[in-house]
């Protein structure tokens, strides 16, 4: 426990000092990451070049600590990344030029600073740039090393005795080992971290892709129903003799068709604007009782055609938190459902209770007549979240279950020994 805290600690921590990945690229935060170790381990030469009596060495370490602190503050307060990054590689190459001269040359350690800062160019400079920081860095090297081979007076050496010389050239060759070993355990980190999240961002693109499969099949099997009622009345009216009565019915059938095929399409169009940010729905204080009340008046003409009774037992006002279109829209799914799967002389009961801080909606059918084991694996399918998308739930009881659990509630259903099916609706009261 203690180590899983210390580790989150120190991960908020690194974070924090090389900039968050939201706002930085890699190559931002690994400029970050090199200043602001380089700012610390230079405070280290700096320390031991002034005890140790090299004070043209200490003086470069001076200038190297204000450089780095001052590309650090650029880059991560002022968001000046690729500027900064070019001077401060610049400004860095032409100090250790100069502090070749000044300490011992090739002999000193100065080289091992030369190569340690070009390796952290090269981890951070943009693809572009590789060419030129290798020619400079090459040429600059090449340059040191002629003008010392032609003119060794230009070298001078300030170390007071042998132990110093050789400490100094370790603690240098440590510093910049810390420097590459810091640079690179920054790259695999954050390199991890990024293809995770780009693993992450794949595998929810799959499942949005199949998601999206499965809302195109749930659709299309909710329409064919009604547009094959529809041609199938039309084929009736164009190629049979039909009396006017018979007529009349047909035509009355197909308005019905086409108000609840024009429903379901507007159902998916409001569901479809609301489906990625539903927590953005605007809410208002509604009254279910007057919901449930009027969403089963606009269903009392399509129950008398099939012979279905809707028994309404709501009296009291139920006040909850949602959305007046989204209620009904809740509503008129679950009655609608019923309607489809609820046979001939049947019954729907529509009720809306009070449970504790809790409204209760229940739609219950009277069933199709199908055995207790058929329902039954209606009920299961919807239960299971997993399956929620199925078509044997339908596009409306999905849309159901997403707007309930949107609003803080919750919809489950069971069934009866005769097939028949209650859904039932909690919501929060307000």
Wanted: aromatic fraction near 10%; glycine fraction near 6%.
């Amino acid at each position: 426990m203690i180590h899983t805290f210390t580790a989150l600690n120190l991960q908020h921590l690194f974070s924090k000092i090389v900039g968050n990945p939201k706002q930085f690229t890699l190559q931002h935060r690994l400029f970050n990451a090199f200043t602001f170790i380089g700012f610390v381990l230079v405070l280290g030469t700096l320390i031991f070049n002034s005890l140790s009596g090299l004070y043209y060495p200490a003086l470069v370490s001076l200038v190297a600590a204000v450089l780095l602190g001052a590309a650090y503050y650029q880059s991560t307060i002022k968001n000046r990344y690729l500027q900064t990054f070019v001077i401060i590689a610049v400004c860095l190459n032409l100090l250790l030029a100069i502090n070749y001269f000044y300490n011992a040359g090739v002999a000193g350690p100065t080289l091992f600073l030369l190569l340690g800062v070009y390796l952290a160019t090269m981890m951070i400079s943009p693809k572009h740039q590789y060419i030129f920081w290798t020619i400079l860095h090459n040429t600059l090297i090449i340059l040191l090393l002629i003008i010392e081979f032609n003119f060794p007076e230009s070298i001078k050496s300030t170390y007071t005795n042998r132990s110093i010389y050789f400490l100094d050239n370790l603690i240098t060759y440590l510093v910049v080992s810390l420097l590459i070993a810091a640079g690179v355990i920054t790259f695999v980190f954050h390199y991890t971290v990024e293809r995770k999240t780009v693993e992450k961002q794949s595998k929810l693109l799959g499942l949005l892709n199949e998601e999206k499969i499965r809302l195109i099949s749930i659709l299309s099997h909710d329409l064919r129903s009604p547009i094959s009622g529809i041609q199938s009345y039309l084929d009736r009216l164009f190629y049979e003799s039909l009396t006017t009565e018979e007529k009349e019915i047909i035509e009355q059938h197909l308005l019905d068709l086409t108000n609840r095929t024009q429903q379901l399409l507007n159902s998916v169009l409001h569901w479809s604007k609301d489906y990625y940010h539903v927590e953005q729905m605007q809410l208002s204080t509604v009254d279910l009782t007057k919901s449930l009340r009027h969403s089963s008046e606009l269903y009392t003409h399509l129950a008398q055609h099939k012979q279905i009774k809707l028994v309404l037992n709501s009296s009291s006002p139920l006040h909850i938190i949602s959305s007046e279109a989204i209620t009904q829209l809740i509503i008129r799914n679950l009655i609608d459902n019923a309607i489809k799967f609820t046979k001939e002389g049947g019954e729907i009961h529509l009720k809306t209770h009070k449970e504790g801080k809790t409204a209760l909606i229940s739609v219950a059918d009277s069933g199709s007549g199908e055995s207790q084991s058929v329902a039954e694996k209606i009920s299961k399918s919807f239960e299971n979240s997993a399956d929620t998308y199925r078509i044997n739930s339908g596009l409306g009881l999905m849309m159901c279950k997403q707007y309930t659990e949107a609003l803080g509630g919750s919809i489950h259903c069971h069934t009866n020994a005769l097939g028949g099916t209650t859904f039932v609706v909690r919501l929060p009261l307000s």
